[in-house]
């Protein structure tokens, strides 16, 4: 094993791991191989003070997101040998308030026949008081043709995921291999599933639905009859629940479209998430009656988002932050990839809102900055933080420069190429974020600037920044905003506001 090529020759252009190395089992790794490889990544730069991120290798789509037994529980796509996508596992982390996780390692390894070439995405769901998953077992034949099957499973009390029932063990008439990610909701004395599929016929991204009484044998019940006829070649990801607004029940369905073509500030990602809103699907008829498309998320680094329901009955919102076939610069480490932040979801006139969880406030340690803000100003020095600002009368032309290499306001200088802006034009409502010379640079061939024209003036902004991450919520979550950027020198962290007539408060964290 140690004589393997274990990275990226580049972060421009991956290499393609032989096969023995890209699915090797856990099961078939010493454990002093596994320990070497997380103590580089510990001493790597870039990790995340409070985010989830793997001790090791790549981790990508929330899994199992749920709340059970007095935690909440999130399992994730983890291939620990490395920053790419190989034979995935699952891993799992608890945490009785969605900051402090309790590290519960991997879950599931795929060293099944029928899960030989991976454990793929699936939900969470309570049975006889036990917790099940559904979820997309991969496995590949020796001419390396892929199938799957969309699998029951268990969490026995050792806290490991074994097989229970092969539910759907072949691809319904209709429909491509590209048929997974079941996610699993209970509604009138039944369980549902809704999986990402494409279709034979047309190559056309869409989704079904299948039922269950037991929560072990299901039957598929049809196709979701939506008015996107002509949406992308694969819906990865679906999760449809309910939110209220103004008294009445709206059905929400997330998924992440592949195939769709960019516009002008919109689609600027290799893969696209987002949702439609419209009344609750018709579980006999599968017809779902809804609105526009949106994406979740305007930011460069978002995808395959997955919901559950607190206790309280908040519907919370994790994602992947990274996307698929793009390298990072953390890829020459061994590593890659966070989560976002925990965000609750709102419905307000036909649109989702995402704010930050209640919770984070408790992360807030030191307050650095706390003013009415007439002039430029030097905010702080910090590398984990958040910073709230808001102007009752709407934001005029602003500048917040983030993670500078000198407290100095004129960016020209030379020692102050480096930094990641978020920018503000009053004129036009709108809201820029440019990570150009953030560092770095990666993934340009997808632009190093997003743009966000806004509805109504902008009165506050809300944002975490964690070493290498930023999330950004305008307006109080009306729009949403996550990233990646990677300074060449991480312990620059200068924090300045170019404008004025804004109340600020930065918190370190």
Wanted: net charge negative.
């Amino acid at each position: 094993m140690n004589n393997k090529k274990t990275q990226f020759s580049s972060i421009n252009q991956k290499i393609e791991w032989d096969r023995e190395i890209r699915y090797t089992p856990l099961t078939e790794v010493s454990a002093f191989f596994l320990e070497t490889l997380k103590t580089r990544v510990t001493n790597a730069p870039w990790r995340l003070g409070y985010h989830i991120q793997p001790t090791c290798g790549l981790m990508n789509d929330p899994n199992g997101f749920c709340f059970f037994a007095g935690y909440y529980h999130l399992f994730y796509q983890w291939f620990p040998l490395g920053p790419v996508h190989g034979l995935k596992h699952w891993y799992h982390v608890k945490s009785k308030n969605l900051i402090d996780w309790i590290d519960c390692g991997v879950a599931l390894v795929p060293n099944e026949a029928i899960n030989s070439h991976g454990a793929y995405s699936g939900s969470a769901f309570i049975l006889n008081e036990e917790l099940h998953f559904f979820y997309t077992a991969n496995r590949r034949d020796t001419n390396w043709q892929r199938s799957c099957s969309q699998v029951i499973a268990k969490l026995d009390s050792d806290g490991f995921i074994y097989t229970v029932n092969e539910a759907i063990s072949s691809i319904p008439s209709g429909y491509t291999e590209h048929f997974r990610d079941p996610k699993v909701w209970y509604e009138d004395n039944t369980f549902y599933a809704i999986i990402g599929a494409q279709s034979s016929i047309n190559y056309k991204g869409t989704a079904v639905i299948y039922s269950s009484r037991d929560g072990i044998e299901w039957k598929m019940l049809g196709e979701i009859q939506t008015q996107l006829d002509d949406f992308g070649y694969m819906w990865e990801c679906p999760d449809y629940f309910t939110l209220d607004f103004a008294g009445e029940t709206h059905g929400i369905l997330i998924f992440s479209p592949q195939g769709i073509e960019a516009q002008e500030y919109k689609y600027q990602n290799i893969y696209q998430s987002g949702y439609i809103v419209g009344s609750q699907i018709n579980l006999h008829s599968l017809s779902f009656v809804h609105g526009e498309f949106e994406e979740l998320d305007f930011g460069f680094d978002f995808y395959a988002p997955q919901t559950t329901t607190a206790p309280d009955g908040r519907r919370i919102l994790f994602a992947w932050m990274g996307l698929p076939e793009i390298a990072y610069p953390t890829d020459k480490d061994g590593w890659a990839h966070c989560m976002t932040l925990p965000r609750e979801l709102y419905l307000c006139n036909g649109k989702i809102v995402q704010k930050p969880i209640k919770e984070l406030v408790n992360l807030r340690k030191n307050r650095l900055f706390h003013n009415e803000i007439v002039e430029d100003t030097f905010l702080g020095r910090c590398q984990t933080f958040e910073l709230e600002a808001s102007c009752l009368n709407g934001f005029t032309n602003f500048q917040l420069v983030l993670y500078a290499s000198s407290p100095e306001f004129n960016a020209s200088k030379e020692e102050n190429t480096q930094q990641l802006i978020l920018r503000y034009d009053a004129k036009i409502q709108c809201f820029i974020i440019d990570r150009t010379n953030a560092g770095i640079v990666f993934a340009t061939e997808y632009g190093t600037t997003r743009k966000l024209y806004l509805s109504k003036p902008l009165t506050h902004i809300q944002v975490f920044g964690d070493y290498s991450s930023l999330e950004v919520f305008i307006n109080e979550g009306e729009s949403v905003a996550s990233l990646r950027h990677f300074p060449s020198f991480p312990e620059n962290n200068n924090l300045i506001w170019n404008g004025r007539h804004a109340k600020m408060t930065l918190w370190q964290y």
